[in-house]
């Protein structure tokens, strides 16, 4: 059996040749495809993980995740990617993927966004989600980000001014802190990014528009809204191949129940809806989330919040046109933004949440600061300076500037190379646990009775014995896309009486309602408001057929797969 490393970031040949060899060695487990190929020729290749001798992949209940929505946020692509080899290798090794295998399938997008994450991985280059010029055709005037000096990092760039806004910190001077009102007769600077300014008057340095904004995460046909009013919308909703390629990936496999995208980073898993508060949305669907994010916390250490809730400060012109959004609010399929590491957590950084609090300047200085202790201490884990001191350098435009600071790719955005491989291993552990949530379709017994000379009483009781139910979520209700279950029976003979094909849905054991245990004087424990789901349904039958006739029964729907079995009379 290969080992693959996660010891540092992949390529797209590297990504690709992975894909391939697993496909190789696997050939009953893995399948992929390309579900676009790019403007710039790489294909986003999207895997099938199943036990394919078990059954069809879209008869199963399936799982989702996916990654690099952002081409910068490459840990979420090396998730994505553990997942998939996690799975190949562990099956026939380990008890609950070997289970999770044989009844379910499993969907990997690990890297939606190849154009921009090599481009992020094999230059200095920094944006959001794709190399094309976006909003604007040509650059604009100002300054743009650029590895000025030559080390393949774009960092920070520090020039001397008696009117600067940003002096050194005492404890640490290679950190800026804000100059207070009062500072006088000290050395001050202005702070940019470093690079070149497009139509430098010799005055005015202003920020240049970014020359690729796009951003894949709010092109999703849900509350999308133009650039106007969400920057890095695109054209229309969809205008982006890869989006509508995974918008596409998504409805033909219509078994998705739910699933993961994989960001960076924030060290937290948030859950939709993005568009209103929480009290606002379905109860039991809230407390779903949170059961299962209860899970992420426990396997991660990452907080679980509702995002409109915990992280707009704006909750008018919220962020829109999102995946997570789409994928519950259109699709009804729950899912999780997680955004993977989180250096100032990491380093020890009181109060990270909720975002929504204001954070003074002083306390943004300690925050750094508690930040640059930990990459100082933590150093040999990045094989580029995670920290540059401030370097004196001839600028063409600005003359002597100094060049210094964070490596923020793989510092800030993503971890430093020696944390990836726990960051892919405790991630991959709580996509393998709610994976093992989706519905679980059982018939539990299916028995034949007769009741005359060639007359007979079929009779089946079919459970759902995963966590999810057969409708996955109320909000799918609500969309009336959940899709009931049917029941099919198949004999050669006759069917006497008019059972409906359709026989609604099946609980899982998440419809347990809360309850209480209630002490009484004599030590007793009563359970209240105690609620017993219906994960059990009887279904029945009169036939007629002579003995010896075989009689097939097949339940399923679109989300929970189907089962089937066989009685002879």
Same mark, same amino acid.
């Given at each position: 059996?290969?080992?693959?490393?996660? #010891?540092?970031?992949?390529?797209?040949?590297?990504?690709?040749?992975?894909?391939?060899?697993?496909?190789?060695?696997?050939?009953?487990?893995?399948?992929?495809?390309?579900?676009?190929?790019?403007?710039?020729?790489?294909?986003?290749?999207?895997?099938?993980?199943?036990?394919?001798?078990?059954?069809?992949?879209?008869?199963?209940?399936?799982? /989702?995740?996916?990654?690099?929505?952002?081409?910068?946020?490459?840990?979420? =692509?090396?998730?994505?990617?553990?997942?998939?080899?996690?799975?190949?290798?562990?099956?026939?090794?380990?008890?609950?993927?070997?289970?999770?295998?044989?009844?379910?399938?499993? /969907?990997?997008?690990?890297?939606?966004? +190849? #154009?921009?994450?090599?481009?992020?991985?094999?230059?200095?280059?920094?944006?959001?989600?794709?190399?094309?010029?976006?909003?604007?055709?040509?650059?604009?005037?100002?300054?743009?980000?650029?590895?000025?000096?030559?080390?393949?990092?774009?960092?920070?760039?520090?020039? *001397?001014?008696?009117?600067?806004?940003?002096?050194?910190?005492?404890?640490?001077?290679?950190?800026?802190?804000?100059?207070?009102? =009062?500072?006088?007769?000290?050395?001050?600077?202005?702070?940019?990014?470093?690079?070149?300014?497009?139509?430098?008057?010799?005055?005015?340095?202003?920020?240049?528009?970014?020359?690729?904004?796009?951003?894949?995460?709010?092109?999703?046909?849900?509350?999308?809204?133009?650039?106007?009013?969400?920057?890095?919308?695109?054209?229309?909703?969809? =205008?982006?191949?890869?989006?509508?390629?995974?918008?596409?990936?998504?409805?033909?496999?219509?078994?998705?129940?739910?699933?993961?995208?994989?960001?960076?980073?924030?060290?937290?898993?948030? /859950?939709?809806?993005?568009?209103?508060?929480?009290?606002?949305?379905?109860?039991?669907?809230?407390?779903?989330?949170?059961?299962?994010?209860?899970?992420?916390?426990?396997?991660?250490?990452?907080?679980?919040?509702?995002?409109?809730?915990?992280?707009?400060?704006?909750?008018?012109?919220? =962020?829109?046109?999102?995946?997570?959004?789409?994928?519950?609010?259109?699709?009804?399929?729950?899912?999780?933004?997680?955004?993977?590491?989180?250096?100032?957590?990491?380093?020890?950084?009181?109060?990270?949440?909720?975002?929504? *609090?204001?954070?003074?300047?002083?306390?943004?200085?300690?925050? $750094? /600061?508690?930040?640059?202790?930990?990459?100082?201490?933590?150093?040999?884990?990045?094989?580029?300076?995670?920290?540059?001191?401030?370097?004196?350098?001839?600028?063409?435009?600005?003359?002597?500037?100094?060049?210094?600071?964070?490596?923020?790719?793989?510092?800030?955005?993503?971890?430093?190379?020696?944390?990836?491989?726990?960051?892919?291993?405790?991630?991959?552990?709580?996509?393998?646990?709610?994976?093992?949530?989706?519905?679980?379709?059982? $018939?539990?017994?299916?028995?034949?009775? *007769?009741?005359?000379?060639?007359?007979?009483?079929?009779?089946?009781?079919?459970?759902?014995?995963?966590?999810? +139910?057969?409708?996955?979520?109320?909000?799918?209700?609500?969309?009336?896309?959940?899709?009931?279950?049917?029941?099919?029976?198949?004999?050669?003979?006759?069917?006497?009486?008019?059972?409906?094909?359709?026989?609604?849905?099946?609980?899982?054991?998440?419809?347990? *309602?809360?309850?209480?245990?209630?002490?009484?004087?004599?030590?007793?424990?009563?359970?209240?408001?105690?609620?017993?789901?219906?994960?059990?349904?009887?279904?029945?039958?009169?036939?007629?057929?002579?003995?010896?006739?075989?009689?097939?029964?097949?339940?399923?729907?679109?989300?929970?797969?189907?089962?089937?079995?066989?009685?002879?009379?």
């Amino acid at each position: 059996m290969k080992t693959y490393v996660f #010891d540092h970031y992949y390529t797209y040949p590297e990504l690709t040749q992975t894909l391939q060899q697993l496909m190789q060695d696997y050939p009953d487990l893995i399948q992929v495809e390309s579900i676009c190929t790019t403007p710039d020729q790489h294909e986003v290749w999207a895997a099938t993980i199943t036990n394919f001798a078990t059954g069809d992949p879209l008869k199963k209940p399936a799982y /989702y995740a996916d990654g690099n929505h952002h081409a910068g946020e490459v840990t979420g =692509s090396m998730a994505a990617l553990g997942l998939i080899v996690k799975l190949v290798q562990g099956y026939g090794n380990q008890e609950n993927i070997t289970t999770l295998l044989d009844h379910s399938t499993v /969907y990997v997008i690990p890297r939606i966004s +190849p #154009d921009g994450a090599e481009l992020i991985l094999t230059t200095p280059e920094q944006f959001r989600s794709v190399n094309r010029p976006y909003p604007y055709d040509e650059m604009t005037p100002g300054l743009h980000p650029k590895d000025m000096d030559g080390d393949g990092v774009i960092r920070m760039m520090r020039v *001397k001014d008696a009117n600067g806004v940003w002096k050194p910190m005492d404890k640490d001077p290679r950190i800026l802190v804000k100059r207070s009102p =009062s500072d006088f007769g000290g050395t001050y600077y202005n702070l940019y990014p470093e690079g070149e300014i497009l139509g430098y008057d010799g005055l005015h340095i202003q920020p240049g528009e970014g020359k690729w904004n796009l951003d894949f995460n709010r092109n999703y046909p849900l509350g999308w809204f133009p650039e106007s009013r969400q920057p890095g919308a695109g054209a229309y909703p969809l =205008s982006n191949p890869e989006n509508k390629a995974v918008a596409e990936f998504v409805l033909s496999h219509p078994n998705i129940c739910c699933g993961v995208t994989f960001h960076t980073s924030g060290g937290c898993y948030i /859950y939709p809806p993005g568009t209103k508060p929480e009290a606002q949305a379905d109860s039991r669907d809230m407390r779903m989330f949170k059961e299962i994010g209860a899970m992420a916390t426990e396997e991660t250490g990452y907080g679980c919040f509702n995002i409109f809730d915990a992280f707009l400060t704006d909750t008018v012109n919220y =962020s829109s046109g999102a995946f997570d959004d789409w994928m519950y609010q259109c699709q009804g399929i729950p899912t999780y933004t997680a955004e993977l590491w989180d250096l100032a957590i990491r380093a020890g950084v009181p109060d990270v949440y909720p975002r929504t *609090k204001p954070v003074s300047d002083q306390q943004q200085a300690e925050n $750094i /600061y508690l930040c640059y202790q930990w990459l100082d201490a933590n150093a040999q884990n990045n094989p580029v300076p995670a920290i540059l001191p401030w370097t004196e350098f001839e600028h063409p435009q600005l003359g002597t500037v100094e060049i210094g600071g964070l490596d923020f790719k793989f510092t800030w955005q993503n971890c430093p190379v020696g944390y990836l491989e726990q960051e892919v291993e405790k991630n991959v552990n709580f996509c393998l646990r709610m994976a093992a949530t989706l519905p679980h379709l059982q $018939i539990e017994s299916f028995t034949a009775e *007769k009741q005359a000379e060639g007359v007979y009483q079929i009779t089946a009781v079919v459970r759902n014995a995963g966590y999810l +139910p057969t409708f996955v979520c109320n909000e799918a209700k609500t969309l009336r896309v959940d899709h009931p279950l049917k029941a099919k029976l198949t004999l050669d003979g006759t069917i006497l009486t008019d059972t409906p094909e359709e026989i609604g849905h099946l609980e899982g054991f998440s419809g347990v *309602k809360n309850y209480k245990l209630n002490n009484n004087s004599y030590g007793y424990s009563n359970v209240k408001a105690y609620y017993q789901p219906e994960y059990l349904k009887k279904l029945s039958w009169m036939v007629a057929a002579p003995a010896g006739t075989s009689v097939s029964l097949w339940v399923g729907n679109d989300k929970s797969g189907s089962i089937s079995a066989s009685i002879t009379l």
